[in-house]
């Protein structure tokens, strides 16, 4: 938020822009098309804003959409990138009140990963506690073993 392209030059409230309320939902397709000109001029200007002049022995890196984002860190930090994706079943997802939004659900930021990327782990997220508990400790040691 504190960078010059931020929600706040627009006027908007970053926190609510945050959550899933009808506030963002008024700005979401403003703001795929400003992420997407700004992708169109420069792949990796998201990436590197998030990146630049911090240093840390691991990344987490959340919510990339978008096949270019998935490259540019791999061209960057080479083979110590790991892709995680976090999938649900249609069903588990309108459990948690998801709706099908044309324009919106079927854009290359919400399904740009959706083909094209081999993910080095896939973490299944359908209401299971002790599964995805599993799942995400074999992460984490495989995340220790190469520090």
Not at 46 to 65: A, I, L, M, N
Request: proline residues 3%.
């Amino acid at each position: 938020p504190a960078h010059t392209l931020s929600p706040q030059e627009h006027g908007l409230d970053f926190q609510r822009l945050l959550d899933a309320s009808a506030y963002k939902e008024m700005y979401r397709q403003d703001m795929i098309r400003w992420g997407e000109e700004k992708r169109r001029a420069d792949p990796g200007f998201f990436c590197r804003t998030v990146v630049e002049g911090v240093v840390q022995p691991v990344w987490v890196v959340s919510d990339t959409r978008r096949l270019s984002d998935v490259e540019w860190f791999r061209d960057v930090y080479g083979d110590v990138v790991q892709t995680v994706r976090v999938v649900a079943s249609e069903e588990t997802r309108k459990r948690r009140n998801w709706v099908f939004v044309a324009g919106v659900d079927d854009a290359e930021s919400e399904c740009g990963l959706d083909q094209g990327v081999a993910f080095n782990w896939v973490i299944t997220n359908d209401g299971d506690e002790l599964s995805l508990d599993g799942q995400l400790e074999a992460l984490l040691q495989s995340i220790r073993s190469r520090l």
